[in-house]
Every structure is written in structure tokens, then in C-alpha cells.
């Protein structure tokens, strides 16, 4: 190959990629705001007013850089979960279509939400905006979140709705599919009525973990027919106390 030819190869490569680093597969930063946060949600409707509230996002990983957003109470009104994604180490977007759902004589009301999170330390802030429509009419909205992580005794009063949640499905599923749209839709509603969000123990008071464990191992290991009196909305026995001591 004479020097010519050598000259016009080597060009043919570089703009082929011939030569180049092969890039390593994306940073995945979802890991960072994985968690269960508790602070307060500020939402504003168009014409409708403002109204605030305690309430727990749970933030899983969902892929690559990519997140599902659910919320004590719900965010969709399915209960189905948000989907995000994480930009950087401490910033995801959020841009989704809730699932529509019959109300009352409406046949589909549809929830558009897009905004963004940031993560500061640990403190995680978001801001949404979208619409709600349906039936011919449509509401512009606004949502603040501002919280941190939730407390030992947040996250256990999760754990003890989500293991109502998911033995009322197991002992009971045609009653269950009936009341609940899934598994997180129950865990949402139930964690909504023991008022999870807004858990803390009295002032000289300290959450109790081991009446909460045993709760949660009773409501897990009784047989169906011991637990069925109970479910959905309440427990067993163990679970009928306060676990703040």
C-alpha cells in the first residue's frame, strides 16, 4: 500500500469511528432519589382555590435513570404511579399522562402533569403544573412539594397498610379487585386512612418499632380466615395499640 493509500484508510476510519473510545454505559443518577419522602404538597386550581397537605411520595427505580413517583395520597387519580426521569445527581423532570377514570356520569377525566424536582442534600422540592379535563371542561393546575425523608415511623405505618394491602388481595381478591384498582392503589387509600403522612409520636414520647414489627409479622403469618374480620382497614389484635410509648 503505497503512502497515498495508507493517507486515505486512515481518513476512511476516522470518519467511520474506526479508532474512536467506546463510550461506557450512562451514569445512572435514579438510585439518589429513591426513597420515601415525607414534607407538605401545595396544590392550586384555576378558579377552584389552594389547599395544602401533609403527604409521602415513594420514589422507585423504574430503569436507567428512570423513576415512578407515587403519593400518600394518590397523584394519579388511578393511583397509578408518575413517571419521571433523573437529569443529574440532583435534578428529574417529570412529563406524563395519568391514566383516565370514570366519574360519576363523565367517562374519562384525565390528569397532564409535567415540572420538575430538585434534590439538595436531603431535601427534596418539586413543582408541577398541568391540566385536569374532561366532560368538555378543563382546570389548569399548580403542585409544590417540599419535604425530606420520612420518619422510622412513617415508613413503618407504610409497611404495616402495604401488608394489609397485599394479604386482602390474597385472601380476598374478588372483594379486593372491587374496592381497589391494585395492590397501590390499597396501599394509597389505607396509608391515607391511618394518616401515615402526618404520623408522629407526643412530645416525651418515641415510636415503638418492636409493637410495630409484631403487628406487621401477625397481619403477615395469620391464616386468612383469622385475618379476614379485620382487613381491609384494620389488623389483627397486636395492631390495635399505639405505637408511640
Excluded at 384555576?46 to 389547599?51: K, L, N
Excluded at 403519593?71 to 394519579?76: I, K, R, T
Excluded at 389548569?140 to 417540599?146: C, E, L, P, R
Aim: with cysteine; aromatic share 8%.
Amino acid at each position: 500500500m503505497n503512502s497515498r493509500a495508507r493517507v486515505a484508510a486512515v481518513l476512511l476510519l476516522a470518519a467511520c469511528g474506526g479508532g474512536s473510545t467506546t463510550e461506557g454505559p450512562p451514569t445512572d443518577y435514579a438510585p439518589n432519589f429513591v426513597g420515601q419522602w415525607s414534607g407538605t404538597g401545595t396544590i392550586t386550581v384555576t378558579g377552584q382555590g389552594t389547599y395544602s397537605e401533609s403527604l409521602i411520595l415513594r420514589l422507585s427505580k423504574n430503569g436507567t435513570n428512570e423513576l415512578l413517583i407515587a403519593g400518600v395520597p394518590d397523584v394519579c387519580p388511578d393511583g397509578s404511579p408518575l413517571h419521571a426521569t433523573a437529569q443529574s445527581a440532583s435534578t428529574l423532570s417529570i412529563s406524563y399522562s395519568c391514566p383516565g377514570i370514570k366519574s360519576g356520569f363523565c367517562p374519562s377525566i384525565v390528569l397532564q402533569v409535567s415540572g420538575s424536582g430538585t434534590l439538595s442534600g436531603t431535601a427534596l422540592s418539586a413543582s408541577v403544573s398541568g391540566t385536569l379535563s374532561g366532560c368538555g371542561t378543563s382546570y389548569a393546575y399548580s403542585a409544590t412539594f417540599s419535604g425530606g425523608p420520612a420518619t422510622e415511623g412513617q415508613s413503618a405505618c407504610l409497611s404495616r397498610a402495604s401488608a394489609r394491602c397485599h394479604r386482602y388481595f390474597e385472601c380476598d381478591s374478588t372483594n379486593a379487585n372491587n374496592m381497589f384498582a391494585n395492590e397501590n392503589s390499597c396501599l394509597n387509600a389505607l396509608a391515607a386512612y391511618d394518616d401515615c403522612a402526618s404520623f408522629s409520636c407526643p412530645s416525651g414520647q418515641s415510636f415503638d418499632s418492636a409493637q410495630s414489627q409484631t403487628c406487621l409479622n401477625d397481619t403477615n403469618s395469620l391464616s386468612c380466615s383469622q385475618l379476614l374480620q379485620y382487613l381491609p382497614y384494620s389488623g389483627p389484635m397486636s395492631c390495635w395499640v399505639s405505637f408511640c410509648h
